[in-house]
């Protein structure tokens, strides 16, 4: 089984900064694309980051130029700085990964149980 667990939420003033994390364990083989995705009250669950194993990291437009999305591949760790929020990024926050448990298994996605994060004057 694997565990995925969001921390860092909480309540923010506009214009003001915080840091997830989320913490990957249980039976991992290799971790590939891992991602943030939100979901606000009354919406649908949208995409915010995501970043490959080697690559690129690809971002909601929304989030460009005040959101930076990192890992840590030896702690198997995922971490989302975010500057600048706005009441409109209030939201859960969810971490995802998709997790190879064996090296014959192909990987499959994995959810975190979500960190709520309140923008708020």
């Not at 989320?22 to 919406?43: D, E, H, L, V």
């Not at 460009?64 to 198997?76: E, L, P």
């Not at 929020?85 to 064996?102: G, H, M, R």
Request: aromatic share 10%.
């Amino acid at each position: 089984q694997v565990q995925l667990v969001e921390s860092g939420g909480g309540l923010v003033q506009p214009g003001g900064s915080l840091r997830l994390s989320c913490a990957a364990s249980g039976s991992i083989f290799s971790i590939n694309t891992m991602g943030w995705y939100r979901q606000a009250p009354g919406k649908q669950r949208e995409l915010v980051a995501t970043i490959p194993r080697r690559g690129i990291a690809n971002y909601a437009d929304s989030v460009k130029g005040r959101f930076t999305v990192s890992r840590d591949d030896a702690k198997k760790m995922l971490y989302l700085q975010m500057n600048s929020l706005k009441p409109e990024d209030t939201a859960v926050y969810y971490c995802n990964a998709d997790v190879s448990t064996t090296r014959w298994i192909n990987p499959r996605g994995f959810w975190g149980q979500g960190t709520q994060v309140t923008v708020s004057s």
